[in-house]
């Protein structure tokens, strides 16, 4: 629900004055763009209106109140509203609820990549891989519990969490490895197991 307010002398006439908002994924909210939607509003109380609006989107939108009479129309500031979409975990397979938890420390970047506190770049896809900027092509998967699984191609699967990382545990080799940095694209790790690194090339 939207909601505005007409401010003026308390003995207005609103009976002749339509009142609303425009609201698009636009934040220029031009009426003649196809992404914008008037949506009509009732008085409540004195100066006071809303209206509903239904949004099918998991995005950010932005609106601006209108009130209208016969000498013209008047704009109020333009608002902005995050919407997300409220699931339960319990519901959301073990890729999606790995993917909720990076995005809850994550900040949008343009072209789809997000920037999380503690896993670094990746940009996420609908079918349960990300592109990490470090480690490449990860496939996620996470329970209720802290931490995330991520399996990859060379390292098979390895866990972590916001706490340990870049320490990653490695159950192939029954023990932890440590993220040191890259190199020519190349991740290099520190091997627990037999103490030495991994990922430089001969």
């Excluded at 009130?67 to 339960?88: H, L, R």
């Excluded at 990746?122 to 480690?135: L, M, R």
């Excluded at 519990?145 to 192939?172: C, H, M, T």
Aim: charged residues 15%.
């Amino acid at each position: 629900m939207l909601s505005g307010e007409i401010l003026g002398e308390s003995n207005t006439n609103y009976d002749n004055i339509m009142v609303g908002f425009l609201v698009s994924t636009n934040i220029d909210l031009l009426l003649n763009d196809q992404f914008t939607q008037k949506v009509i509003g009732e008085f409540k109380n004195g100066g006071l209106f809303s209206g509903n609006f239904n949004s099918e989107i998991d995005n950010i939108i932005y609106y601006k109140a209108f009130a209208e009479n016969q000498t013209g129309i008047s704009y109020g500031t333009v608002n902005k509203i995050s919407i997300t979409k409220s699931t339960n975990p319990q519901n959301q397979s073990p890729t999606e609820q790995a993917i909720s938890k990076l995005e809850k420390d994550s900040i949008e970047l343009p072209g789809g990549w997000n920037d999380n506190s503690w896993f670094g770049l990746y940009k996420a896809y609908e079918n349960g891989w990300v592109y990490h900027s470090v480690h490449g092509w990860l496939y996620l998967s996470a329970n209720s519990s802290d931490g995330i699984w991520a399996w990859s191609e060379n390292r098979s699967w390895v866990w972590s969490s916001k706490e340990i990382y870049p320490f990653l545990y490695q159950p192939s080799i029954g023990n932890w490895i440590y993220y040191l940095t890259n190199r020519n694209g190349q991740p290099i790790y520190f091997n627990y197991s037999n103490n030495s690194l991994e990922g430089i090339d001969p």
